[in-house]
Antibody, heavy 119, light 110 residues
């Protein structure tokens, strides 16, 4: 299993960014995928999940209405569209492989991509 | 708002045993929260240690174990080694697809 995030960078408050996670080594479409973030020198925060199969999505209250998770199974890629960015969204964003629907699992983690929201 | 609690820091002697806990600001943790434990060293992504309360991930030694102790989930490390010195996080499933992480415990081995 490999998960490779990209798309991070510096963005101004109110701006947008789209993160990608290229997945390989497993049947991507079958598995729940998640985004977890970690602000500098802070703890982990679950951001969003998209379920394998039916693509049901869930979001943390802190990002609901601003972030959108999606996946392209033909390209084995997970996305996180981030709009209306705020300073408190500054963090390393990790792509995480979950389990198949009905399981409750955080499995493999990517190396992360850094998002910095600052003027 | 659900808050998941962890000890901010803990210290253990080499060869000793330590139990880290994961609780809820209101209510008790049960297997229905599907507790998961992670280890993170500086500059690295987290590594999953335990899932569904007590199941070890591949490659995790059996000196690490998960359980429910009273109202909390627990991670017990026996025979502590220098490389166990890390940050440890738990996460709980609180329903409706939502997961909440604890603030993490910084474990020192000395």
């Amino acid at each position: 299993v490999q998960l490779l995030e990209s798309g991070g960078g510096l963005v101004q408050p109110g701006g947008s960014l789209r993160l990608s996670c290229a997945a390989s080594g497993f049947s991507f479409g079958l598995y729940t995928m998640r985004w977890v973030r970690q602000a500098p020198e802070k703890g982990l925060e679950w951001v969003s999940s998209i379920r394998g199969g039916d693509t049901t999505t869930h979001y943390a209250d802190s990002v609901r209405g601003r972030f959108t998770i999606s996946r392209d199974t033909s390209k084995n890629t997970l996305f996180l569209q981030m709009d209306s960015l705020r300073g408190e969204d500054t963090a390393v964003y990790y792509c995480v492989k979950g389990g198949v629907p009905g399981t409750y699992y955080f499995d493999n983690w990517g190396q992360g991509t850094l998002v910095t929201v600052s003027s | 708002q659900t808050v998941v609690t962890q000890e901010p820091s803990f210290s253990v002697s080499p060869g000793g045993t330590v139990t880290l806990t994961c609780g809820l600001s209101s209510g008790s943790v049960s297997t229905a929260h599907h507790p998961i434990w992670f280890q993170q060293t500086p500059g690295q992504p987290p590594r999953t240690l335990i899932y569904d309360t007590e199941i070890r991930s591949s490659g995790v030694p059996d000196r690490l174990s998960g359980s429910i102790l009273g109202p909390k989930a627990a991670l017990t490390i026996t025979g502590a080694q220098a490389h166990d010195e890390s940050d440890y996080y738990c996460v709980l499933f609180v329903g409706r697809g939502i997961w909440v992480f604890g603030g993490g415990t910084k474990l020192t081995v000395l």
